[in-house]
């Protein structure tokens, strides 16, 4: 890194999450400066339709401003990660409408969006070979399906007037930059390319999407950015954090109140920002198992909406239902496999928030000056004092299967639905208070269970280190402890998404050679916060409840 410069250097990291856009400024030692956030505008449509608008994301991307006060030539680098949307555009950069009622600004296709579902069943039952690289189910919160399901619904509006289709993060590295280079981030993971193979295109063909095939696969790779029609380029992909483009343009540096110019360093999906941002933290002298030990020993999971569990592997390891592997997907050079929950922290909400009981949760918590999940853990801890019993057996008789939006991992289906056994006529805030415990420990078996799927293929993950929402709640992070029966590492940073995110921007400035080289920061990103198993008979007794709500599904 050049450090003889006596000027303090900045980063910026843009996280495009499910609800907002979060920014922040962070210095070259990793700490987090600032942060500003903005909410997005989310429509439902129609049943499992979730839609977005691009134009409303990027506004809102230059409106979370995080560097007054500091001079425009000292922020060096801009990193952008985002959920794994689909952006659609048409042949003047405009967007077009992805749902009937053809709101040209709501072209946006959320990662949430399960309408093609019965387009993913339709590709899983073709068997073609590239279904081995997403544990050999596809999935409807990949591309391929949606773009199906755009041909099969909108033929004659959105299918006939796009020119591009793109990933979210793809889309705001354009933004900045009016370079389409796509990261290796979003095609290997969600659009089926391979970085030693290329496409596909007996695929493409074998699902019915060869039109995508003409034109040099111009509607789904990479043109000149002056000429959408005629003139194409070489394809480009980049690495994460590799340089894009010449940097800002003129017209983005305004907007974001930056510098021409300033670098901006290919994106990442926001679960794969936030695995960058902990997993090759330095927690020597603390007596945990992935001490001197392999990276590849240890498992991200950023848990917040959703959850995913980022496993990395020397060579490739293919898991049955679980995503991957992915080559320098996540980190350069290595394979990435990645399970995860469709729903975590918005699944926990619908079962609180949805109880009879949720207004008197709501009095009580503010009369406490409290947030109503700190409420509810301590008012889980004093109805287990007033027991005499651990607080992990309160619901041993409460039993939940969390797959309310499906199962993304290890099952592969996204046809399952949730289901509760054991509820009581009563509904007072002891009830809802069971359920909300029973619910995060469904989740943390959830977990486990991708767990053993992984350890079966051949990863061995020693230790956990979770970011995100729910990683701030520390029954969600005692239970997962519990459940797994491995210690738990928290963030310093509780914006590990966000410092992420800035490490793009940082290896795109040149200030370090590589992702792998930001060594310097990883002494801030992880706190000494460790969760280790309370109760091994929690464990005992829920693995009977998973498996008797397996046979409830079957």
Same mark, same amino acid.
């Given at each position: 890194m050049a450090g003889s410069d006596p000027v303090e250097w900045y980063y910026v990291g843009v996280d495009v999450g499910t609800a907002s856009v979060r920014a922040a400024l962070v210095t070259r030692e990793g700490q987090v400066k600032t942060t500003a956030e903005e909410m997005v505008t989310i429509w439902k449509p129609h049943s499992d339709h979730y839609v977005q608008s691009s134009t409303d994301i990027w506004a809102k991307c230059c409106s979370t401003k995080v560097t007054q006060g500091v001079q425009r030539n000292q922020v060096r680098g801009v990193g952008f990660d985002a959920t794994c949307s689909l952006v659609v555009l048409d042949q003047n950069f405009q967007p077009v409408a992805v749902n009937q009622d053809g709101e040209a600004e709501r072209n946006v296709v959320m990662w949430m969006d399960h309408r093609a579902a019965e387009q993913a069943a339709r590709i899983t039952s073709t068997g073609h070979r590239v279904l081995s690289r997403v544990g050999g189910v596809m999935s409807p919160e990949m591309q391929p399906p949606k773009l199906l399901w755009l041909k099969e619904n909108l033929r004659e509006t959105c299918w006939r007037d796009a020119a591009l289709f793109l990933d979210l993060p793809d889309f705001l590295s354009w933004k900045a930059t009016a370079s389409l280079a796509r990261s290796l981030c979003t095609l290997?993971?969600?659009?089926?390319?391979?970085?030693?193979?290329?496409?596909?295109?007996?695929?493409?063909?074998?699902?019915?999407?060869?039109?995508?095939l003409e034109n040099n696969h111009s509607k789904i790779v990479f043109l000149d950015k002056l000429n959408i029609n005629k003139k194409y380029q070489t394809h480009v992909t980049c690495c994460p954090?590799?340089?894009?483009?010449?940097?800002?343009?003129?017209?983005?540096?305004?907007?974001?109140?930056?510098?021409?110019?300033?670098?901006?360093?290919?994106?990442?999906?926001?679960?794969?920002?936030?695995?960058?941002?902990?997993?090759?933290?330095?927690?020597?002298?603390?007596?945990?198992?992935?001490?001197?030990?392999?990276?590849?020993?240890?498992?991200?999971?950023?848990?917040?909406?959703?959850?995913?569990?980022?496993a990395i592997s020397q060579g490739p390891l293919f898991v049955p239902g679980v995503w991957g592997p992915y080559l320098s997907a996540m980190v350069p050079e290595l394979w990435l496999n990645e399970g995860g929950q469709s729903a975590t922290g918005r699944l926990i909400d619908h079962v609180v928030k949805g109880h009879v009981a949720y207004p008197q949760l709501q009095e009580q918590a503010v009369k406490g000056g409290e947030h109503i999940y700190s409420y509810l853990n301590r008012h889980?801890?004093?109805?287990?004092?007033?027991?005499?019993?651990?607080?992990?057996?309160?619901?041993?008789?409460?039993?939940?299967?969390?797959?309310?939006?499906?199962?993304?991992?290890?099952?592969?289906?996204?046809?399952?639905?949730?289901?509760?056994? $054991? /509820? *009581? %006529?009563?509904?007072?805030?002891?009830?809802? #208070?069971? !359920?909300?415990?029973?619910?995060?420990?469904?989740?943390?078996?959830?977990?486990?269970?991708?767990?053993?799927?992984?350890?079966?293929?051949?990863?061995?993950?020693?230790?956990?280190?979770?970011?995100?929402?729910?990683?701030?709640?520390?029954?969600?992070?005692?239970?997962?402890?519990?459940?797994? $029966? /491995? *210690? %738990?590492?928290?963030?310093?940073?509780?914006? #590990?998404? !966000?410092?992420?995110a800035a490490v793009l921007g940082a290896c795109a400035s040149h200030d370090y050679s590589s992702i792998l080289v930001v060594s310097d920061w990883r002494n801030c990103v992880l706190s000494l916060s460790f969760y280790r198993k309370k109760h091994s008979v929690f464990l005992r007794l829920h693995v009977h409840q998973r498996e008797y709500m397996a046979l409830m599904n079957d």
């Open positions: 290997v993971c969600k659009w089926t390319y391979c970085p030693t193979e290329k496409w596909d295109t007996s695929f493409w063909t074998a699902i019915g999407l060869e039109d995508l954090g590799s340089p894009v483009g010449e940097g800002l343009t003129k017209e983005a540096a305004a907007e974001l109140g930056l510098d021409t110019g300033t670098a901006v360093g290919a994106s990442l999906i926001d679960a794969h920002a936030g695995g960058l941002g902990v997993i090759g933290a330095d927690v020597r002298g603390f007596s945990l198992p992935c001490e001197d030990q392999p990276i590849t020993s240890r498992m991200a999971m950023i848990c917040g909406t959703s959850s995913c569990h980022m889980l801890s004093s109805m287990a004092k007033d027991l005499g019993a651990p607080l992990e057996l309160l619901a041993s008789s409460l039993h939940v299967w969390p797959d309310f939006h499906g199962n993304r991992s290890p099952l592969a289906d996204p046809t399952l639905r949730g289901a509760v056994v $054991g /509820l *009581p %006529l009563s509904q007072t805030l002891d009830d809802l #208070a069971l !359920l909300y415990l029973a619910t995060v420990q469904a989740l943390a078996l959830g977990t486990q269970h991708i767990l053993e799927a992984m350890t079966q293929a051949g990863h061995y993950i020693t230790t956990l280190f979770l970011c995100g929402g729910l990683s701030k709640n520390p029954l969600y992070v005692q239970i997962h402890a519990n459940a797994t $029966g /491995l *210690p %738990l590492v928290l963030p310093a940073q509780t914006e #590990a998404v !966000l410092v992420g």
